[in-house]
């Protein structure tokens, strides 16, 4: 179950999830996700997990700064949830521990459509691709 998502022009820029198929994970288990982007200069941008539950609006979860050097979280999720990334590869990682049933949803990476190291919300996003969660 694997699909791109646009909100704006496709053009040759991709964040690919990794693994890009449904992810089981039983309550108190850690989700580990991955996201590899190509077609821009990944180093240049702040990357975001978002994430969709079924029935229910975009939620953001958090930013990595371009540089790593900060991260920023959603209440939400603070304290079970940590975003790095490795600017050399391309790569963008979300670990989120201890899980809920309510954290099962649809995960998105994300980057913005600009260039903004300070943004805390998310604008347009410009592509991803989503890797989905089940909870048993």
């Not at 646009?6 to 288990?29: M, R, W």
């Not at 975001?48 to 050097?69: K, V």
């Not at 600017?87 to 954290?103: G, Q």
Request: aromatic share 12%; with cysteine.
């Amino acid at each position: 179950f694997d699909w791109f998502w646009s909100l704006s022009g496709f053009n040759s820029q991709a964040l690919e999830s990794i693994p890009s198929t449904s992810v089981v994970k039983k309550p108190q288990e850690v989700l580990s996700l991955s996201c590899r982007g190509s077609g821009f200069d990944f180093s240049r941008y702040g990357m975001h997990w978002i994430r969709q539950s079924a029935g229910n609006p975009l939620e953001w979860m958090g930013l990595i700064y371009y540089d790593a050097s900060k991260t920023v979280y959603a209440s939400s999720v603070d304290g079970r949830i940590e975003i790095t990334r490795d600017n050399s590869n391309s790569m963008v990682y979300l670990r989120l521990s201890d899980l809920k049933p309510e954290d099962s949803a649809v995960y998105y990476c994300a980057k913005p459509t600009v260039v903004n190291v300070s943004t805390e919300a998310v604008q347009k996003l410009l592509t991803c691709r989503h890797t989905q969660t089940q909870e048993h």
